[in-house]
């Protein structure tokens, strides 16, 4: 039971982690666009052999953190200031995005696209954060454990929650290209609700609780 639970948790992880337009499953998109899907896939497949090693380094990192409370509640400070940041950036961000009338990528031109995928996948820098804090969440009601091959089936699953949503958007871009318009610019107003949300909480647990 526990190494399904692992699978199935680092599938959804990484689909709501993934899901939101972003610079990889944008350039997934244009180049799907532009070239083919052939490109597209090569793209996405080279991006989530970097995923496999990010959600591996998260949760080996969440391993840590769960066996050394001192750090983890360091951690936990450390992460409220950043939700905070983080509420102020994307707002800001929503901001400029209203400005735009069309989504914009940068697409580099004359690329190996899986190694292109794997670079641009690899700049991803909230990847791995991501990855440790959503498996501390849930190893913390006991749904996940840090075992070696619990870390690893999580790993394989998030890698695979990634394509899929990769292959979604490199297939069915161009029927929902209008719709994806309107997500980008109010997505921004959303992540930071959500992260201010956190932000207070935390706030409200590390002085009032």
Do not use: C
Request: charged fraction near 10%; proline fraction near 1%.
């Amino acid at each position: 039971m526990a190494f399904f639970l692992a699978l199935v948790f680092g599938l959804v992880i990484s689909i709501i982690g993934i899901i939101i337009p972003g610079m990889l499953n944008m350039t997934i998109a244009k180049i799907s666009v532009k070239e083919n899907k052939h490109q597209a896939l090569r793209f996405a497949f080279g991006a989530v052999v970097v995923v496999f090693f990010q959600a591996f380094l998260g949760t080996y990192f969440a391993k840590f953190l769960d066996a050394h409370p001192v750090f983890s509640d360091g951690i936990k400070k450390i992460g409220t200031f950043i939700f905070i940041a983080l509420t102020v950036v994307f707002t800001i961000l929503g901001m400029r995005a209203h400005k735009q009338k069309t989504l914009t990528v940068q697409l580099e031109n004359k690329k190996n696209r899986f190694i292109y995928g794997m670079a641009l996948s690899a700049i991803n820098m909230l990847a791995i954060p991501w990855y440790a804090f959503t498996s501390l969440m849930v190893a913390s009601k006991e749904w996940f454990y840090y075992d070696i091959i619990s870390i690893l089936l999580f790993s394989v699953a998030a890698a695979f929650g990634t394509y899929v949503v990769f292959y979604w958007y490199a297939v069915f871009f161009k029927k929902i290209e209008h719709k994806l318009v309107f997500l980008v610019k109010n997505i921004n107003f959303l992540i930071a609700f959500l992260t201010g949300l956190v932000a207070i909480s935390s706030l409200y647990k590390m002085y009032f609780h």
